[in-house]
């Protein structure tokens, strides 16, 4: 069910190599890789987590509203997360030279979709 949409996302982001459907606590709910990639999306995906529940709090103490999105630049990645609900998040792992403007825009539009499908 979640596998169409995370190919979907590497497939037409130029660049990407790997999606992710996550909960907070750190357990993959799906994910998909690229043939050839050597991302352990998973992996990379449990550390992050942990990073993006301090993010949620510090923009609770602030009172700046819920985090929608989060982008780490890396010399060797960019992971782009987009929050699908207060349980889950979605990540798509790009290279330095591919379309991360496109991989936000297409984890925009498949946010709603995981939201329903996670119901």
Known sequence: MFQESLKKL?????????????????????SFSAVGSDVDITTVGMEFSFILTQVRKAAEILEVGGVLEIAIRCEKLTILIRVVNPEYFVALAVKPDGNFGKGRYLLRMVAPKLQVDLS
């Open 10 to 30: 590497v497939a037409e982001t130029d660049g990407a190599v790997a999606g992710l459907l996550m909960g907070f606590d750190g357990i993959a709910v799906d």
